[in-house]
């Protein structure tokens, strides 16, 4: 005799199977989100940060700062070192990315000697050679003079090289067409001064500058706000105006910019990060987001307050038209000191 099945249990048996089936789906479908983010691109090994400067620099602390943060905040799962690439004014650095094309474990902290190069002929690298990924922070400049010295203000400095563009001598660092010339050449060519004429003194650091300021050797030099406010509470210098769009906060709100002073000038010496050329998009997301959490941390803005950098954060979209509208204020200034066309 053939059994006939209980129709009513097949029903609920392929009621169950559905059931089970369509719940698979629903907590499969659930977890997909957290699969995908899981499966975008991560550094899988060691990160070289790479820079253009010796150990104990400015630089070099900035770099060794955002590798903790990197890796203390787990915003990294792989470890990360610094290497220091000094020489070339710059170029060794830039060799050394170019010779890890596509590979985003290695990532550069640059200056913007890479671009000066790249204007006076010395080198065919440029900041679009490569793959931009942010603008981290900046600098601002100052010029300074002794603590005893007849100028007071930017007028006074103006009617003295407006009279004689030699008449006063600047320190301003240790390369023509570095940073100190550039802001050198911007305050004077405000004031209607042809940067070309004046008479500027290079040194081989700021020690040896801020001792011939001292010796009543050279007038005025050119520096980063950092070095020059240690400086200044030292009672080792005056600060004559800051080449900033409006006054900062803490010690800045005391300086003068040069628009107060009834001069356009607004120059910041800027740090910028970059990629190897070749990387994908989510390799250059990656580090986008990466190092806007380790510039938004507590680590990094305490070390802003305590070095008086600017901090602020320009992403992969928007970088690369900043980084070329600075380009075309370098290559102005470099124009106007008469070291390029």
């Known amino acids: 005799m053939i059994a006939i099945p209980d129709l009513s249990v097949v029903h609920a048996r392929k009621a169950l199977v559905w059931l089970a089936s369509t719940a698979a789906l629903v907590l499969a479908g659930a977890v997909t989100p957290s699969h995908a983010q899981q499966g975008a691109w991560r550094p899988d090994r060691p990160v070289e940060i790479v820079i253009p400067s010796a150990a104990g620099s400015s630089l070099d602390a900035a770099a060794r700062l955002i590798q903790r943060i990197l890796t203390e905040n787990r915003l990294i799962e792989v470890s990360a070192i610094v290497v220091n690439k000094p020489g070339g004014g710059g170029n060794l650095a830039s060799t050394y990315l170019d010779q890890h094309a596509g590979d985003p474990h290695y990532i550069l902290l640059s200056a913007m000697s890479l671009m000066n190069n790249h204007i006076l002929g010395r080198s065919p690298q440029n900041y679009d050679t490569y793959t931009p990924i942010a603008m981290l922070y900046s600098e601002n400049m100052t010029m300074v003079v002794g603590p005893d010295s007849s100028l007071k203000t930017g007028r006074d400095i103006m009617e003295k090289l407006k009279g004689d563009p030699q008449a006063l001598s600047i320190a301003i660092g240790f390369a023509r067409g570095g940073t100190g010339h550039l802001n050198t050449a911007l305050v004077a060519k405000a004031m209607g001064v042809d940067a070309k004429r004046l008479k ?23 520096m980063s706000f950092a070095q020059a406010w240690t400086q200044s509470q030292a009672g080792k210098l005056r600060i004559l105006g800051v080449a900033a769009n409006k006054r900062g906060d803490g010690p800045l709100a005391n300086i003068p910019t040069w628009k107060e002073q009834g001069f356009d000038v607004e120059f910041q010496n800027t740090r910028f990060m970059l990629g190897p050329k070749g990387i994908a998009e989510a390799q250059t997301e ?42 075309s204020q370098l290559k102005e200034a470099l124009t106007d000191v008469g070291m390029a066309k």
Do not use: C
Not at 293 to 316: C, D, L
């Open 286 to 327: 990656f580090w986008d987001n990466a190092l806007k959490q380790a510039m938004e941390s507590k680590q990094w803005k305490a070390m802003a307050e305590k070095t008086h950098y600017i901090p602020y954060y320009v992403g992969r979209k928007e970088t690369p038209k900043r980084l070329g509208a600075l380009y």
């Open 200 to 222: 500027t003194v290079q040194f081989q650091g700021n020690a040896q500058a801020l001792t011939a300021l001292m010796g009543g050797h050279v007038d005025m030099s050119s």
